[in-house]
């Protein structure tokens, strides 16, 4: 499947607050959320369409590999794209958040667009951190927010979409060096600029159908 | 609840309502049994089963234990290989799937049964054996994925899954190594995870199996693969043409880092036979014939020729392999010093990191011709003796060198393949005796390539006194030569993170141990610590120098690494002989001298010097971080286009110069004064604990206080009282408690206050305080409309505002003044302003004074009072304190002025050239702001005794000032006349109160002794309000007119210190 742009994704955050869920959630709306199932996938990519073209989005959660200090630098490079997730139930991981932006800021590229998700936003009876908290939060650092829910599908693929746009923006205004591999970006391989991306979503595999059903 | 197709139906019937069951699992199986075999057809169908089958695994495993059960007992692990094993059916689409269902299955489950059952059949290690097509990057996604779910699953138990001890088998370890350079980074770094992983396990036998067959190929290939990288890394940084391989080289730097830290992490896992390995091959294949070898100068052509000749008589072999030989890939020494910098400063596996040091240090030509054992020899001499209490045991770096330092000169042969472009993919296996020929040779051709070069180099140096016959230490040399910054910085700065990298190295090695190893080293009768402390002190001598050419940060690393080096040993004396710590302070002179230039030169010279000392204070050095930028690697900029940090770079502009100007002062300074144990006393220019804070309750009984609404910009209104302080603009509300206090709402410094008036309202001044630091571009601290009561209270606002923010940046200039001892030039822009002010009484202090502390500022009225006459400055003091005791002063503002007394004879010193320039300053004074300012100050002097007969308007913007030169002039008329100086100063002062604020004026007639003089001039005001006299009645009669104006800066501290007094400018 022939695509425009690929976006590499990462998704970090504490462990339990689902981000493989989000990230299943997203790639693959054949799993239909259901509520007495968590289930979630580290690896997965989609096809969207951003100002009518296919653009590729890649995404990596790297769970399980904080333990050494090699993987975790090298991993934020390389990334166009980073959603920080917490659990709005669990404050320690809003409280977390610090230490996981400055890794991020640290070691990835400064035109990284870093997207803040408050996950889980169907529990509201058991919420430790308001909304206002994860939207002040993200105000301070420049950060895009969003409260979603990978249980209901709420918001899951504004908060993709969105961060995607803002990295086609970012290409358009000419900050992201699309030839270099090393920003998370790539172009496709038959796709021009002056070529019309085909219409509609397809998915990129099997695994990868985004249409709806 | 259930959304899924299955409701609509699907192209197949039967399959149960319940998606998530048993029976849709059995359902599921009776497909697979069904299309054993892929075809366009059934495609779609298998791919939406085995989707299924993974949601209903899932399921199963977190509520139905059945669902396991079925799935392990029809064996449909076997189907899933069936499947994808089938060339037909368009793999790609249908192995995804496999793949997403396999991950799914594996990082989903929690149940350790339902693993080990998973994992007992061999499936999984056929399904990783597997050749999938990995140009799909959604295969090779899953599949890498795969590797690392199941590598975070593997123990001591599961490793006996994916190991097979009998077969070594071990396919999640080899297929994964398979794609450590695959050009996706993010299967790289999945595959360092899986490596690392594999290594954490704690299984001897596992162990042995990657040591024995896996570690030297895929060791040697990776250090290959980085020694790759490096070579591209080098190349951009030659071709560089002005800075445009930035990006390129950044991304470079930043993936060497990686592999450096991924080498470091399998260091740290401390596995000691494999360790040794990754020594081995990491010295000899990579640190040593690369990054060492290229510290060695580039053989010149003639002694090419020379060299071979000489191989070739000596060796007795072909002279084509010795060219070949000396066709080595090396790096350029910016790059090779770079490089080993980084390794000092990631790495901290002790064998190797002492290994690689002691080459550096102690390498040299004999130690080469004489082979291996001489290093090991050496270096296990020097930690013993060195390193008394390195108790490590040494057998594995031994054994490690053992095998190893044999292999000095395998590059060479490797060399040779590599540049054929064959990869070595296992140890060569050179016979031990044309091993060590090996060796001879490079180290014979080594010594001569360098015998020749340095000895022209030497010819070069006419500057350089001392003649090297012997070249000992080529290595050290050409580090130490490095640091030579006469035309620029750029080898040194690299140079000095070597250095440093090398003596912080965190435990791998020692730091006194490579002090003892540079001090023993010698050169002649000359230490190499000291040619080292010599270079660095010359450096900061040429940093010094106006026209310097040198980074700020190679500065701030040379300064930091003086004083490293010059830690004075317990029992020793400090390593520093008096030249070398003259020289050290005549370069902070020098640099005094260069920052005097700019005083003044630039508007915000004030801002820039408080800005430079807090970037200071908040970057602490942090070599490390610094080694992380990749624009170290390129020569010097000074445009800030580049997007360089400042202090990495060269200044652009003059504020630019001004600004490296104050920051190298600062660094000399500090360092300076950590030589001579000193404390920091002047700086920073604004004492915090002096300062009010918000919350601080407040005596504002007798303070200007003026009424007001804050608007802010979201329009909230706040009822606040505006105090100006000597340096703080501070925003109060009533105490509830204590009346007369306030609590202080907002604080901000007065420096940093922008007040505007308001076109359509004469009532309403727009206040912005701007947050201290000009290269913030933060939002203002406070950006609110303020409205008064009505005009004149506006007026007065804005006046004091305007002025409060003046008088504050002079006192601080004054202090700078002071810091950086500015001699003439000081009193030629300040003296006229003298007298106009109280802060200007403390400029003309700086005439004499110049020692004076910042701290004694609060004092300086009352010396000022006394400096008719140097003599009896003493005397002087004594009367003015008497004189305050008599108007009720507290004794707390006396003691407080001792410390000038204590400073008076050294003022005294100054006294007379200070009378000489005041009587000519005059005529020096230059620039319109010092002209109007003696305006002002002419004005002041001339309307000081009679300003109480004069026009009530003239002396409006000065009012507050005119006390004190009216003061000083009664003073010289007739010092013990009390009633001359009563009556100066109310007189003048009454001008404050009249148009500035009339609750002012409570403080002047409650003086009530010299009521009558100030009659004339406020008999407007006296009839004004009865609100001032009631105020008056109500106020506790103070000190009032003292603390207003002689005491003005006296009482602010009074009040920050004590009782929160408030005072007002």
């Known amino acids: 499947m022939s695509y425009a742009y690929l976006f590499k994704y990462i998704i970090i955050g504490d462990t339990g607050v689902g981000k493989s869920c989000l990230l299943l959630q997203f790639t693959d709306k054949r799993f239909q959320p259901v509520h007495d199932l968590t289930i979630g996938v580290e690896f997965g990519a989609r096809m969207i369409t951003i100002d009518g073209k296919q653009i590729k989005l890649q995404i990596w959660d790297t769970a399980g590999q904080e333990a050494f200090r090699s993987i975790t630098r090298s991993y934020y490079r390389g990334a166009a794209g980073a959603l920080l997730v917490y659990d709005i139930t669990r404050r320690e991981t809003f409280n ?118 | 609840m259930f959304r899924s197709r299955s409701w609509f139906g699907g192209p197949w019937g039967g399959r149960p309502k319940n998606r998530l069951s048993l029976e849709h699992l059995k359902y599921l199986y009776s497909i697979l049994e069904k299309n054993t075999t892929v075809s366009e057809s059934n495609r779609g169908l298998l791919v939406e089963s085995l989707r299924c089958i993974a949601e209903i695994l899932i399921w199963g495993d977190q509520h139905d234990s059945l669902v396991f059960d079925f799935f392990l007992e029809k064996n449909m692990l076997s189907y899933f290989l069936h499947i994808m094993r089938q060339k037909s ?193 990491l010295l000899h294949k990579l640190f040593v014939p690369l990054y060492i070898f290229s510290l060695t100068p580039a053989p010149p052509p003639p002694s090419l020729a020379l060299v071979t000749q000489n191989l070739a008589a000596v060796l007795n072999r072909n002279v084509d392999i010795d060219i070949q030989e000396m066709h080595n890939p090396r790096v350029s020494s910016i790059v090779a010093l770079y ?258 230039n700019f005083y003044k030169s630039e508007d915000i010279f004030l801002d820039l010097f408080e800005d430079e000392y807090n970037e200071m204070c908040k970057a602490q050095l942090n070599v490390e971080f610094l080694c992380m930028d990749s624009n170290i690697l390129l020569p010097p900029t000074g445009t800030p286009l580049t997007g360089i940090g400042f202090t990495r770079r060269l200044p652009c502009g003059e504020v630019e110069k001004a600004r490296r100007a104050i920051r190298v002062y600062f660094l000399l300074r500090r360092t300076c ?27 504002l009984n007798n303070s200007d206080l003026i009424a007001c609404t804050v608007v802010s910009k979201e329009n909230a209104k706040q009822r606040r009282f505006l105090v100006i302080d000597a340096l703080q603009l501070i925003l109060v509300e009533p105490d509830a408690k204590l009346l007369g206090w306030g609590v202080a709402k907002f604080v901000g410094f007065l420096q940093d206050v922008e007040v505007q008036g308001d076109k359509d309202d004469s009532r309403c001044l727009h206040i912005t305080v701007h947050r201290g630091g000009v290269t913030h571009n933060r939002t203002p601290q406070l950006s609110a409309k303020f409205l008064f009561d009505d005009h004149i209270r506006c007026m007065a606002a804005k006046q004091r505002l305007t002025k409060g923010r003046s008088k504050a940046r002079q006192k601080k200039m004054y202090q700078i003044a002071q810091l950086i001892e500015i001699p003439g030039q000081l009193e030629s822009p300040l003296f006229p302003v003298c007298g106009t002010s109280t802060s200007c009484g403390n400029t003309r202090l700086a005439q004499k004074g110049a020692n004076l502390t ?48 204590g400073s008076s004879s050294s003022l005294s010193q100054r006294l007379g050239n200070a009378a000489l320039d005041r009587d000519r300053s005059p005529s020096v004074s230059g620039g319109s702001h010092s002209s109007s300012q003696s305006r002002e100050n002419s004005q002041a002097r001339g309307s000081g005794n009679r300003s109480r007969e004069s026009s009530p308007r003239m002396p409006r913007p000065r009012s507050e000032e005119i006390p004190l030169e009216d003061f000083q002039h009664s003073r010289n008329n007739s010092p013990h006349s009390r009633s001359a100086v009563a009556n100066a100063s109310p007189s003048s002062r009454s001008h404050t109160p009249s148009r500035v604020l009339h609750i002012d004026q409570v403080s002047v007639h409650s003086g009530s002794p010299r009521e009558p003089s100030s009659l004339g001039t406020n008999a407007l005001l006296s009839q004004l309000n009865g609100g001032v006299t009631i105020a008056r009645e109500v106020l506790p009669a103070q000190s009032s007119e003292e603390t207003s104006f002689i005491g003005n800066d006296v009482d602010v501290e009074n009040r920050r210190k004590g009782r929160s007094n408030i005072e007002t400018v």
């Open chain 1, 96 to 213: 977390h958040l610090t230490t996981w932006l400055e890794d991020a800021r640290q070691h990835s590229n400064s035109n990284m667009v870093i997207m803040l998700i408050g996950n889980k936003s169907d529990l509201d009876s058991r919420r430790e951190v308001k909304k206002e908290e994860g939207e002040a939060f993200a105000r301070e650092h420049g950060l895009v927010f969003m409260e979603t829910s990978a249980r209901t599908a709420a918001n899951v693929e504004e908060a993709f979409i969105n961060t995607a746009k803002e990295i086609y923006e970012k290409i358009q205004e000419g900050v992201f060096d699309i030839n270099n591999e090393a920003n998370g970006i790539k172009i496709g391989q038959q796709a021009t600029p002056t070529n019309p991306a085909l219409p509609g979503s397809g998915g990129a595999g099997g695994a990868v159908n985004s249409g709806c059903c």
């Open chain 2, 89 to 281: 059916g368009g793999s790609s689409y249908v192995c995804v799937q496999l793949l997403q269902t396999l991950n799914i299955l594996f990082e989903n489950i929690r149940n350790e049964t339902s693993l080990y059952y998973l994992l007992s059949n061999n499936h999984v290690n056929s399904i990783m054996l597997h050749k999938f097509d990995f140009s799909d990057e959604d295969v090779m996604g899953y599949y890498i994925l795969f590797l690392k779910t199941l590598s975070l699953k593997l123990n001591t138990h599961t490793i006996h899954f994916f190991y097979n001890e009998h077969t070594n088998d071990f396919p999640l370890y080899t297929e994964a190594i398979k794609f450590f350079n695959h050009p996706e980074s993010m299967v790289r770094i999945a595959v360092r995870t899986i490596s690392l992983n594999v290594y954490k396990v704690q299984n001897a036998s596992m162990l042995r199996f990657i040591r024995d067959k896996t570690a030297a190929p895929y060791f040697s290939n990776l250090v290959w693969f980085i020694g790759k990288h490096i070579l591209e890394l080098d190349t951009c940084v030659r071709t560089d043409i002005d800075h445009q391989s930035k990006q390129k080289l950044s991304n470079l730097v930043a993936e060497h880092l990686d592999h450096l830290h991924y080498l470091s992490d399998i260091l740290l896992l401390d596995i000691t036979d494999l360790n040794a390995v990754l020594t081995e091959h």
């Open chain 2, 339 to 596: 490089l080993l910098s980084l390794v000092f400063l990631v790495v901290n596996h002790a064998p190797l990191v002492h290994a690689l040091a002691w080459v550096i240090l102690n390498g040299d030509h004999s130690v080469f011709k004489e082979g291996a054992a001489e290093i090991l020899n050496s270096y296990t001499e020097h930690r013993e003796v060195v390193v008394p209490g390195f108790g490590e045991p040494h057998e594995s770096l031994e054994q490690a060198l053992d095998t190893v330092i044999g292999h000095t000169a395998n590059y060479s042969g490797d060399a040779a393949s590599e540049d054929s472009g064959v990869e070595s993919t296992a140890a060569t296996t050179t016979t031990p005796t044309s091993r060590h020929i090996e060796t001879v040779a490079e180290a014979a051709a080594t010594r001569l390539r360098n015998i020749t070069d340095e000895e022209k180099q030497m010819l070069q140096q006419s500057t350089s006194t001392q003649a090297f016959t012997e070249l000992a230490k080529p290595f050290l040399d050409t580090v130490l030569q490095a640091l030579d910054c006469t035309e620029n910085d750029y080898l040194a700065l690299l140079s000095l993170c070597l250095i440093y990298a090398m003596s912080h190295n965190r435990d791998g090695m020692k730091n006194e141990w490579f002090e003892q190893v540079l001090s023993k080293s010698m050169r002649g009768s000359f230490s190499y610590k000291t040619a080292l402390i010599e270079h660095l002190l010359n450096i900061i001598t040429h940093s010094s120098l106006p026209s310097s050419r040198i980074r700020l940060i190679t500065v701030e690393i040379a300064l930091e690494l003086l004083l490293t080096f010059t830690k004075p040993v317990a029992d020793e004396a400090p390593c520093i002989t008096a030249t070398q710590q003259g020289l050290l302070f005549s370069a902070r002179n020098q640099s005094m001298v260069v920052l005097r």
């Open chain 2, 673 to 699: 004064q950590k030589f001579l144990n000193e404390k920091e006393s002047l700086l920073p220019l604004t004492n915090v604990v002096n300062l009010v804070q918000v919350e601080n309750v407040l005596d």
């Open chain 2, 854 to 901: 910042a701290s004694r500022v609060p004092g300086f009225a009352a010396v000022l009072r006394g400096n008719n006459s140097a003599g009896i400055s003493r005397t002087q003091m004594a009367q003015n304190r008497s004189l305050e005791g008599i108007r009720n002063e507290s004794g707390s503002r006396s003691r407080r002025r001792s410390p000038n007394a």
